[in-house]
């Protein structure tokens, strides 16, 4: 019982929330990017906020079905079929032994998540599967998925189908304003000057081809630092540190977790996941908050989530 991949796309990887308490051994976090997109791929099929699913870069996914299941497809625009009928995109689908799934390229945003009932059986390594490609840990060997990979997951002969509406879908990238980052000022913040720090939250910043699941960089007004010999020291999700060319690195899942370069601050979590859906050229401003402006950010965006009602379809 498993789904089979066809086309893996550009870059497909195994996640789950991720591998925590494992830094004092040289592994990074992991996980999905979009960790909103996620949650909602597991919400709509009933599964546990945990269960494996696929985070797919920019789409080109392809999977056959082996069992009778469910699946969901949350997250970037893209075109999604079941045996060339289109198909909703945020809302679970039924499908049975033979079908088949293609996931198009994205039109807006990067990441798609693709959950289905269940999850995915995915033996844990360190205690997650979430795949990390640098530490070759999670997932099927610490790899990206690859054409004719075998995905094991339940049966599932039947599941309340429901779906997100579509007034509630994020809007990514252009399809929205400028993207601003909400960012809490660092221990270091003090060594960047008045007028560094002035232009830094006064600038656009564009996201660059360079980036990747460890860290997006960007380029726009240099942010130069006078302190450039720093001891290491662990990193956490989303610090922004400024290398000796002053263009900002804002750190994401796969990053490194210890690093020497200094950091004006850290962007929030639930921000990193609007940042992960960025393409290299879209554009994006960074705003201050202080810790309790940050913790009524998420405490909202929480309760949000939990209250929103998912619309319920008939087979």
């Known amino acids: 019982m498993s789904f089979k991949v066809l086309q893996p796309g550009l870059l497909s990887l195994i996640q789950d929330l991720g ?3 494992q830094h004092d051994i040289g592994l990074t976090t992991g996980g999905p990017l979009d960790s909103e997109a996620f949650l909602w791929a597991n919400r709509i099929l009933h599964n546990t906020p945990n269960a494996c699913a696929i985070e797919v870069s920019f789409g080109g996914l392809q999977l056959l079905a082996q069992t009778d299941s469910y699946f969901c497809v949350t997250g970037a625009n893209l075109a999604l079929t079941v045996n060339g009928v289109n198909k909703a995109l945020w809302a679970s689908h039924k499908v049975v032994t033979g079908d088949e799934i293609k996931l198009g390229y994205s039109s807006h945003g990067c990441r798609s998540y693709f959950g289905v ?3 995915f059986n995915i033996n844990p390594s360190f205690g997650s599967s979430a ?3 640098r530490e070759k840990v999670g997932g099927l060997n610490g790899a990206k998925l690859a054409t004719n990979d075998s995905l094991p997951c339940a049966k599932t002969a039947q599941l309340l189908r429901q779906a997100l509406s579509e007034t509630d879908w994020p809007l990514y990238g252009q399809q929205s304003a400028d993207t601003v980052l909400h960012l ?5 913040h003090h ?13 656009q910043y564009t996201v660059t081809d360079r980036s990747d699941r460890m860290g997006m960089r960007l380029e726009g007004p240099a942010v130069p630092c006078p302190s450039k010999q720093m ?3 662990g990193i956490c999700l989303g610090a922004v540190q400024v290398p000796a060319d002053g263009q900002p690195i804002v750190l994401l899942n796969d990053r490194q977790t210890i690093g020497g370069y200094p950091k004006i601050g850290a962007v929030m979590a639930r921000d990193t996941a609007r940042l992960a859906q960025l393409r290299p050229g879209d554009t994006l401003h960074f705003e201050t908050v202080d810790l309790y402006q940050a913790q009524t ?3 909202l965006a929480q309760l949000k989530f939990d209250a929103a009602s998912l619309l319920h379809l008939k087979d």
């Open 19 to 21: 591998r925590f308490g």
């Open 231 to 233: 001891l290491s020291e």
């Open 191 to 203: 060594l960047f000057d008045a007028a560094t720090r002035a232009r830094f939250f006064n600038s």
């Open 297 to 299: 950010i998420n405490t």
């Open 117 to 119: 009932a269940g999850g």
């Open 184 to 188: 809490l000022p660092g221990y270091q």
């Open 131 to 133: 795949t990390v490609m």
